[in-house]
């Protein structure tokens, strides 16, 4: 049973992007400040990345680690959802199920892919080294 009405679930639902969330524009300003330039939602590839690198054949992933389920346990964005676990626990199972079934596509086709959480951007947790690997990495 969930804890608040349809109509104030229903709202807040609506006000979630999957696009230009504050994550994905930290991440953006990041990389372009390393002087890297990028597309933006490819939707020829599967999971249409966040940023794509086609000279490169690498893509980055930006996953909220609400909704893709982070289960590192120094995350401390993701949390199992108390009300209304039979519609969630299915849901939330999907996204990571895509998600795999996605990057399993693009290394299919010869593309890298790198996550970077949610909770990662807030800490910094060198990620302008991790980046520079990963696009730099032969």
Not at 84 to 95: D, F
Not at 103 to 119: F, K, P, T, Y
Request: net charge positive; proline share 5%.
């Amino acid at each position: 049973m969930d804890r608040i009405s349809d109509e104030a679930r229903s709202r807040t639902m609506r006000a979630i992007k999957s696009k230009d969330t504050e994550p994905e524009l930290a991440i953006r300003r990041l990389v372009h400040s390393m002087g890297y330039r990028y597309r933006l939602h490819r939707h020829d590839l599967p999971g249409r990345p966040d940023l794509v690198f086609p000279g490169r054949k690498r893509v980055l992933f930006i996953h909220g680690c609400f909704w893709h389920s982070h289960q590192d346990p120094r995350c401390k964005r993701f949390h199992q959802p108390k009300s209304n676990r039979e519609y969630w626990a299915p849901k939330l199972r999907r996204n990571r199920d895509r998600d795999r079934e996605n990057r399993a596509r693009l290394l299919a086709l010869g593309w890298e892919s790198l996550v970077i959480w949610e909770c990662e951007v807030e800490t910094g947790d060198d990620l302008k080294g991790r980046i520079r690997e990963f696009l730099e990495g032969s």
